[in-house]
């Protein structure tokens, strides 16, 4: 069973550019979740997808922007784009979407963003 | 509140030590997670715990979920070289509150 995978590997833009981040989450996954990992910062939450709905979003400014497609795969979006946007970011998914219980989440090996 | 202060920030260990580094939180959960992150790698599921007082172990992993559902344990026994890593617990809440890190724990082990 594939995992989750995410494009591309790295990326590298110029402040004021736009960056598109993209992911496919684990077949039968609903639930596709975004976070950013930035040097000593951990896991920061950004955008909770499922079935094609935003159903939660972290404390960042609105140049952060996402959605999800019909085959459930998502697409990040960060419009212009500062240095401290560089980070690792991380895509997770689950099968579990707005019910209870375990929010267990597999992550993608993310892609790299580096702001010049 | 929303942070996990996880502790301690890294360790260096000789190989075959234990270790053991923990995670708390000012608020009760009913879900806490272990992580585990390699370089160029997504972090990766260790364990997860679903019950107050549970003790898990996978394989030279154990974890725990504290009494007082604020806290979580995660012990690494007889350490080996591919123990390296950043360790991550997280807390789920419930409902639509997404899953929430701590900063991680970084583990180097001196062969």
């Known amino acids: 069973e594939a995992g989750v995978t995410q494009s591309p590997t790295h990326l590298i833009k110029t402040r004021g550019q736009q960056a598109t981040l993209r992911c496919s989450p684990i077949?039968?996954?609903?639930?596709v979740y975004w976070y950013q990992q930035a040097l000593g910062l951990g896991l920061q939450f950004l955008l909770w997808y499922d079935e094609g709905e935003e159903r939660n979003r972290g404390n960042f400014p609105p140049r952060f922007s996402g959605r999800q497609f019909p085959n459930y795969s998502s697409e990040l979006n960060v419009n212009a784009l500062e240095l401290e946007d560089s980070a690792l970011y991380l895509c997770a998914s689950s099968s579990l979407g707005r019910s209870s219980g375990a929010n267990v989440l597999t992550f993608g090996a993310g892609s790299r963003l580096t702001v010049l | 509140g929303q942070q996990l202060n996880q502790s301690p920030q890294s360790m260096f260990i000789q190989e075959g030590e234990d270790v053991s580094m923990n995670c708390t939180s000012s608020s009760i959960f009913n879900t806490w997670l272990w992580y585990k992150q390699e370089p160029g790698e997504g972090p990766v599921l260790l364990i997860a715990?679903?019950?107050?007082?549970e003790l898990t172990s996978n394989g030279r992993l154990t974890a725990q979920f504290g009494i007082t559902r604020k806290d979580s344990f995660l012990n690494i026994s007889a350490s080996i070289p591919s123990d390296v890593g950043i360790y991550f617990c997280a807390r789920y809440g419930g409902g639509n509150t997404p899953l929430v890190f701590g900063k991680g724990t970084r583990l180097s082990v001196i062969a």
């Open positions: 715990l679903y019950k107050a007082g």
């Open positions: 077949s039968g996954h609903t639930s």
